[in-house]
């Protein structure tokens, strides 16, 4: 049985990671969920899997070392999946630090302490991973031609997307100095339920339902490459058990849209939805634009596709309507999650410029 330790579980892609596990391998793995729960993890994702015997739930920093390397003491982990991560670009420009501490320190105390479990004096153990995830952001910014691709060289423009290039060197040098079995993966924008409305998509759908303004950064013409999140799921997935150790790999699904063009749709979507003609593009409020704002992403996703067969499964179409409906019948999430720490950040945020 191998056994899984999935960081940052509680979180958006974390825990759509853990439901596909549990939906593809039933009682053939264990899955132990490794979360801090900051503002950003919620349990409430995980309610379906919490009470499988398979299941279990560790409330921990990854940059304490005492408790990641207990974890690898009481436990025989087969493979790491460190989503854990501050993740918001507008959050890493007003604090910058939490995001060096988690994002880098925090990915090194778990390769340490997977190089010490997994590589003895008798060689590596067989059938170990630790898969990093990382992101586009990596690599910067594009003009209105081409595409990222694995030889795109790093060239982070935001805190945020320096400290996930950071963890990414550290990554590759442990695999080069000491051999550590390591892979990483680089995806596009995702979005799908469970996504904490901060981030675009769940922050229009939200201020919508509650006919607030859509805050739009400068002209809304910068450009995403948005993928489901399942269809990260399943990538991840492939990577652990098909890719070559050492290798990293491109996610996404070329599905590129303006900013504007995503409020649009979403706005069209939740009135047909609601029946609710108040939800109109008048809401549409263009704001200050964040600073350093890359104007594109683009996926080339090549390689995963040629060398490992996968191709995204969910059409933009499918999953806009899926997410939305989802947060619309999850009023409930959204009510939760946007009390307490979040009105503070809305209003550090968009403060004054906003209805
Ligand atoms: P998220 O913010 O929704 O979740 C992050 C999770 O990590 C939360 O559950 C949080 O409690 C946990 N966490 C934060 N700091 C921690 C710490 N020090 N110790 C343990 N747990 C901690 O993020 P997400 O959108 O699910 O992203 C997951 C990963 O995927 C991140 O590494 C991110 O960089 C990467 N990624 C995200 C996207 C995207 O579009 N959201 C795209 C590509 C890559
Ligand atoms: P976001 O979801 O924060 O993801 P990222 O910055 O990691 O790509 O933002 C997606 C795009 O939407 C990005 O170009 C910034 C823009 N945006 C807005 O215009 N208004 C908003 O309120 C938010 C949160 C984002």
């Known amino acids: 049985m191998d056994t899984y330790l999935v960081t940052g579980g509680a979180g958006f892609i974390g825990s759509d990671?853990?439901?596909?596990?549990?939906?593809?391998?039933?009682?053939?793995?264990?899955?132990?969920?490794?979360?801090?729960?900051?503002?950003?993890?919620?349990?409430e994702n995980l309610k379906s899997v919490e009470t499988r015997e398979n299941?279990?739930?560790?409330?921990a920093d990854i940059c304490d070392r005492e408790a990641v390397y207990g974890v690898f003491?009481?436990?025989?982990?087969?493979?790491?999946?460190?989503?854990?991560?501050?993740?918001?670009?507008?959050?890493?420009?007003?604090?910058?630090?939490?995001?060096?501490?988690?994002?880098?320190?925090g990915t090194q105390v778990l390769l340490d302490a997977a190089r010490n479990c997994w590589i003895t004096k008798a060689g590596t153990k067989e059938g170990r991973r630790f898969i990093q995830v990382s992101t586009d952001e990596v690599y910067g910014t594009l003009g209105s031609e081409g595409f990222f691709t694995e030889e795109t060289p790093p060239d982070p423009r935001s805190p945020y997307s320096a400290s996930k290039?950071?963890?990414?060197?550290?990554?590759?040098?442990?695999?080069?100095?000491?051999?550590?079995?390591?892979?990483?993966?680089?995806?596009?924008?995702?979005?799908?339920?469970?996504?904490?409305?901060?981030?675009?998509?769940?922050?229009?759908?939200?201020n919508?339902?509650?006919?607030?303004?859509?805050p739009v950064y400068g002209d809304g013409r910068q450009v995403r490459d948005w993928l489901y999140v399942r269809d990260h799921s399943r990538a991840i997935d492939l990577v652990a058990c098909k890719a070559k150790p050492g290798e990293t790999y491109n996610i996404?699904?070329?599905?590129?849209?303006?900013?504007?063009?995503?409020?649009?749709?979403?706005?069209?979507?939740?009135?047909?939805?609601?029946?609710d003609d108040t939800i109109s593009e008048e809401l549409i409020k263009h704001v200050t634009d964040r600073p350093g704002h890359d104007r594109r992403y683009?996926?080339?996703?090549g390689k995963i596709t040629g060398e490992l067969g996968w191709l995204p499964e969910t059409s933009f179409e499918e999953g806009i309507e899926v997410t939305v409906s989802w947060y619309m019948d999850n009023r409930n999430w959204l009510e939760n999650v946007t009390s307490g720490e979040y009105r503070d950040y809305y209003r550090r945020m968009y403060g004054g410029q906003t209805p």
Request: one cysteine or more; glycine letters at 4%; a neutral charge.
């Open 17 to 43: 990671f853990i439901r596909y596990l549990f939906e593809r391998y039933g009682d053939d793995i264990k899955v132990i969920n490794f979360d801090k729960l900051t503002y950003a993890g919620n349990l």
């Open 55 to 59: 299941y279990r739930f560790i409330k």
């Open 73 to 105: 003491e009481s436990e025989d982990i087969d493979f790491v999946v460190n989503f854990a991560a501050e993740s918001h670009v507008d959050r890493s420009i007003m604090d910058p630090e939490a995001f060096v501490r988690t994002n880098i320190l």
């Open 165 to 206: 290039a950071s963890a990414d060197m550290l990554v590759k040098a442990y695999y080069h100095t000491y051999g550590l079995p390591v892979n990483i993966t680089r995806c596009s924008n995702n979005y799908g339920p469970c996504q904490f409305p901060e981030k675009l998509i769940p922050l229009m759908i939200n």
């Open 208 to 214: 919508a339902l509650c006919h607030r303004g859509l």
């Open 252 to 275: 996404g699904g070329h599905n590129e849209k303006k900013n504007i063009e995503m409020v649009r749709t979403i706005i069209k979507t939740l009135r047909t939805m609601t029946k």
């Open 298 to 301: 683009a996926i080339d996703p």
